[in-house]
């Protein structure tokens, strides 16, 4: 049973536009979400968490949106740039675990 | 800056070999894990250590065992290794709960 969803395998997008990537989740004890970026032959890199206390947080180009009773978290990302480009894994943790439950991530295409 | 590393980039073993990959950790972090990445499967725990010889399973711990004698080190070890186990393996470090994981750079496995 897959807990984290991401339904989009790729995403397409052109430079200077807005990205939208999206994730739901299943398991409503989780509480903390983080959104990785990660390039080819790289390990994954952090970009942005929310808690559940919370609904928005930004961080410069990036804004991570938290719909609890939807179950459901976004990534917006403005404007996008072509370096932007990598896949994007949604995570999720919660009930008192340390371990992070991932999406199966989203490949994000930036076109200059 | 947490600087998670990995004793090899890149590793080709024959199929029935003992493979050791390694992971080094230098911010002090309780926690450690091990995770395999294939494609469109996305990120799935082996195991991961909360504490110095303690170990729990994650989701797809079968074929694997981990050793973490030390706080800072924490060892992937595959028995008999099969070419199903080829993939790229990450390893991650988190001081807490509600922290991002730190993730190494990948070690991407071959088993012909």
């Known amino acids: 049973d897959q807990q984290v969803k991401q339904n989009s395998p790729s995403l397409s997008v052109q430079e200077g536009r807005i990205s939208i990537l999206n994730c739901d989740y299943t398991?409503?004890?989780?509480?903390?979400f983080l959104w990785y970026k990660k390039y080819p032959a790289e390990g994954p890199t952090f970009l942005i968490s929310?808690?559940?206390?919370?609904d928005k947080n930004e961080d410069g180009r990036f804004t991570v949106f938290l719909n609890k009773s939807a179950k459901h978290l976004s990534l917006h990302i403005v404007p996008s740039q072509p370096g932007d480009s990598a896949v994007y894994f949604c995570?999720?943790?919660?009930?008192?675990?340390?371990?992070?439950?991932f999406g199966k991530g989203t490949k994000l295409t930036v076109n200059p | 800056d947490v600087k998670v590393t990995q004793s090899s980039r890149y590793l080709v073993k024959r199929t029935g070999e003992k493979v050791f990959l390694e992971c080094v950790q230098d911010?002090?972090?309780?926690?450690m894990f091990w995770y395999r990445q294939d494609p469109g499967l996305g990120l799935r725990l082996i195991y991961f250590?909360?504490?110095?010889?303690?170990?729990e399973k994650g989701d797809i711990p079968e074929g694997y065992s981990v050793s973490r004698e030390k706080k800072e080190r924490f060892s992937l070890i595959l028995e008999s290794a099969s070419t199903n186990q080829t993939s790229m393996y990450l390893c991650?470090?988190?001081?807490?709960?509600?922290?991002?994981?730190?993730f190494g750079p990948g070690t991407r496995l071959t088993v012909t």
């Open positions: 991650a470090s988190s001081p807490s709960l509600y922290y991002e994981q730190y």
């Open positions: 250590s909360y504490d110095v010889k303690m170990k």
């Open positions: 929310i808690s559940s206390i919370k």
């Open positions: 911010m002090d972090h309780e926690n």
């Open positions: 398991n409503s004890m989780f509480d903390y």
């Open positions: 995570a999720a943790s919660g009930g008192g675990s340390e371990k992070l439950v």
